[in-house]
Structures are given as structure tokens and as C-alpha cells.
């Protein structure tokens, strides 16, 4: 009677591991199709939308995972205290049932199995999805931040109604109020452009590490910086247009871009001109570096030639 060859160590951490996936699968799956749900119908609320922008983020992160997966086997087996605290402070999470506390155990485990399993080296492999996911994770804090956001509604308002004074419009700006041709609008909390802040950031770091551009700090500043005025700028003009709508009788165009299609076109637009700076700074890098190495190429030349 023959006797079954006992699994490898490779193929028991293989089999480990598709246990783990499957078991997250089983009691995250239904958690993360409850927000995809939210996301796309907008079925949820105004602060789950905040965080839409994991339609595209959690693929990426489980992408980059993936990619990672043979660095991950390589590395050795050990656990770090901190895991241990993780996972059970996401089980108590967890156990909680509250919907807000199910979905910011999520990646509050992830992180206490990297920790767990592979220790500092696994967690700082894993680092960069972990963020991603942490930052696609719905969570109260849109509605916390949503008291301190009046500088910036002021600040919009003012910007708004200067634009739309230059336009030849009747305007009147008090405070977060604008008022166009007599009939005003308000620049509420949620229109202080708080959810396309997030996900230009977001955007802007999925972009700079698909081009590996990431780990060039120089680089990254300056795109955070210029995804955080470019979204600010384009809020500004999203309201003046509302305003310009909303004052002029054009309800038609006022609902189209504010509770329609028309908003996630703007967004969409906004998006394409990060990547449009994105692509200037990267061309104006080779033609630096180009420069360069022709100047390199003329001083070796003239040495040679001396």
C-alpha cells in the first residue's frame, strides 16, 4: 500500500496562504461589494462617496500584491508582537457588526497579518497597498472634518464670485453665499471640494507609482502639490459655474453638473489635467537630462581634443 509524499514546505505555505485569501474572501468579500454597491449607485451616503475612488484603488493594491507574492514567499517567517495586537483589535472591530467598524477592521488586519507572518520586512513590502487600502476605506472622518472646512467654503466663495464678476454678471459674495443675478447659492461643506481633493491625491499617488516615480521625493511633493492646486482651482470654477447656473435660470445645466453625469465628467477632466502635468514634468526631465549629457559629450570631445 503506497504512502502520499508528505506536501513541501512550499507547497504548505501555498496551501496556507490560498487558506488565508479565502478566509478574508468569505468574511471581507460581502463588505467590499457593499461599498462597490455604494460607489457606483450612490446608494450609501455623501461621505462614502469621499472614498470612490477605491473602484480603482483596491484592484491596484490587490494587483500590487500580487506582483509581490514571490518576494513575500522569500521572506523569513517571522512574527512581530504588533501583529498580534492588530489582529485582535480588527476582531473586536469586527465583532462590533456596526458598519463602520466592520469596514476599518479591514485594513487594520491586513496589516496585523503582514505584521504577524512576516514581521517589519513583510509590513514594509506590503506597505504601499496596505496605504492604499487604509485610504479606500470608508470611514467618519469626511463627517468630522466637515465643521472645519469654513475657510475653505469662504475661500471658494470669494474666488467664485471674483471669476464671475469679471464675466460681466451681477454678483455678490457674503461670506459662503453667493449671490448671482439676485438669486443665491450656498457653498456647503460638501461642495468645498473635499471628495475630489481625496481623489486627486489618491489618483496622483497610484500614478506616480505606476511610472515608479514614487520612491523620487522631489517628484512626489511636487505632483501632491500640484494635485492639491488643481483640484482647489478646479472647485473654484465648479462653483462659479453653479452659481453662474443657478443665477441665470439654466436649472437644466445646474442639476446636470451637481447631481449628475455632468459632475463625474468634471472630475474626470480634472484627473486628465494632473496627468497632463504629470507628462510635462516628466518631458521637461528628459530634456534636462539630455542636456545634460550633450554638454557631457561637448567636454569630453574638447579634452580629447586638447
Known amino acids: 500500500m503506497g504512502i502520499s509524499p508528505s506536501l513541501s514546505p512550499v507547497s504548505q505555505k501555498n496551501r496556507q496562504s490560498w487558506l488565508m485569501i479565502g478566509f478574508l474572501a468569505v468574511i471581507y468579500g460581502p463588505v467590499i461589494f457593499h461599498w462597490y454597491d455604494g460607489w457606483l449607485n450612490k446608494s450609501i451616503g455623501i461621505e462614502h462617496e469621499y472614498f470612490s475612488h477605491g473602484l480603482i ?21 517571522r512574527s512581530h508582537p504588533l501583529g498580534a495586537f492588530l489582529l485582535t483589535l480588527g476582531a473586536i472591530f469586527y465583532l462590533l457588526g456596526s458598519s463602520v467598524w466592520v469596514s476599518m477592521s479591514f485594513p487594520i488586519i491586513l496589516a496585523g497579518i503582514c505584521l504577524w507572518l512576516k514581521g517589519t520586512e513583510g509590513f514594509k513590502l506590503q506597505g504601499f497597498p496596505l496605504l492604499l487600502t487604509a485610504l479606500a476605506t470608508p470611514n467618519p472622518i469626511p463627517y468630522l472634518i466637515t465643521p472645519y472646512t469654513l475657510p475653505l467654503q469662504v475661500f471658494i466663495a470669494a474666488c467664485s464670485g471674483f471669476i464671475l464678476q469679471q464675466a460681466g454678471l451681477d454678483v455678490s459674495v457674503d461670506g459662503i453665499y453667493i449671490a448671482v443675478e439676485g438669486r443665491m447659492v450656498e457653498v456647503a461643506p460638501y461642495c468645498a471640494g473635499l471628495k475630489m481633493l481625496f481623489t486627486s491625491l489618491y489618483v496622483t499617488l497610484l500614478l506616480l507609482h505606476w511610472t515608479n516615480t514614487i520612491e523620487n521625493g522631489r517628484k512626489t511633493r511636487f505632483m501632491l502639490l500640484s494635485a492639491l492646486v488643481i483640484s482647489i482651482g478646479a472647485n473654484i470654477v465648479r462653483n462659479a459655474l453653479l452659481a453662474w447656473f443657478h443665477g441665470t435660470g439654466q436649472e437644466e445645466n445646474f442639476k446636470l453638473l451637481h447631481d449628475s453625469w455632468g459632475g463625474d465628467l468634471y472630475s474626470v477632466f480634472m484627473l ?4 497632463l502635468v504629470f507628462q510635462i514634468m516628466q518631458y521637461r526631465e528628459a530634456v534636462k537630462k539630455q542636456s545634460l549629457a550633450q554638454e557631457e559629450r561637448g567636454a569630453s570631445h574638447l579634452c580629447n581634443e586638447y
Open 272 to 275: 486628465l489635467l494632473i496627468l
Open 57 to 77: 484603488g483596491l484592484p491596484y493594491a490587490a494587483y500590487i500584491v500580487w506582483q509581490n507574492r514571490k518576494k513575500w514567499q522569500r521572506l523569513e517567517d
